[in-house]
């Protein structure tokens, strides 16, 4: 990539981690689209690049959890043990499927389409996570290990999962306080990211000038966009969200059936 593609992808990332931090769903469902068909990466690719980008902010946000004593390194081990088993294995699929790019395309608007609907829902009915107390996450060993197992795997497919899969789990499922699931989910997603990118860069699937320049950006640019939630209704942004997702999983859907959108 040129200079300037580089330059121009840096600043992209930074206005994708403001907007991230600000939804608080993370970089990386917005980088996948972004690479896909705002810079025409092969689905293979793009999925790739992502998951070796968000190395850089999962590790940024769980350091900085780490220091709040968000984190519970208990829930994490298994869950992160758990999980690298599933992104071993959801990458080996993803091998054997990256010549494929209409079926990855198929996947990955698949596992859009929740996210839209949750943005917009939220969005429509002011609906706010329930808060539970405490310090840890609750739930057995086997759960956890369950939840890891399945996220991984997922990560290993499209490249993404940390933060719109891992939070609501451990909030819904472990009953987990909010900033406890997120600062666990980054301080597990970041192992899924690290072992995942490592594989997807073996398997020739990662732009690494690309990833990096967007990594930083986005990692920069989620602390800015943190700071900035106060300020915005986090509910209309993510009722604009939501149908800004809404079409780009019906785009990667309609791909699939040779229909451009």
């Keep these: 990539m040129s200079i300037l593609s580089l330059f121009l992808l840096l600043v992209i990332g930074v206005l994708t981690g403001v907007f991230g931090g600000l939804l ?3 970089g990386g469902a917005i980088m ?3 690479m896909r068909f705002g810079f025409d990466f092969s689905p293979a690719m793009a999925v790739g690049t992502t998951l070796t980008a968000v190395i850089f902010t999962a590790a940024a946000g769980a350091y900085q959890h780490w ?4 984190v519970d390194w208990k829930s994490v081990r298994y869950i992160a043990l758990a999980g690298i088993i599933g992104v071993i294995a959801g990458s080996i699929l993803f091998y054997y499927i990256s010549n494929y790019n209409d079926i990855i395309d198929l996947i990955v608007g698949l596992a859009f389409f929740p996210i839209a609907l949750g943005m917009a829902y939220e969005g429509i009915f002011r609906k706010r ?3 539970y107390p405490g310090y840890t996450m609750q ?11 399945g996220v991984g795997f997922f990560t290993g497919m499209i490249g993404i ?8 789990a451990f909030i819904y499922i472990l009953k987990s306080p909010v900033c406890i699931a997120i600062g666990s989910s980054m301080a597990s997603f970041v192992w899924f990211a690290i072992i995942g990118s490592g594989i997807k860069i073996a398997q020739g699937f990662c732009d690494i000038p690309a990833a990096i320049a967007l990594g ?3 990692a920069g640019g989620a602390i800015f966009g943190a700071r900035l939630v106060s300020r915005f209704k986090p509910a209309t942004l993510k009722l604009i969200f939501g149908v800004i997702f809404t079409y780009v999983s019906l785009k990667y859907i309609l791909i699939y059936f040779g229909i451009t959108i």
């Design 161 to 168: 999962g940390g933060g719109y899969i891992l939070v609501p």
């Design 139 to 149: 739930g057995s060993f086997a759960v956890k290990a369950g939840i890891g197992t």
């Design 67 to 70: 220091r709040l004593g968000n």
């Design 216 to 218: 930083l950006g986005v």
């Design 24 to 26: 608080g769903i993370g």
């Design 129 to 131: 996570k329930p808060e």
């Design 32 to 34: 996948l689209p972004v």
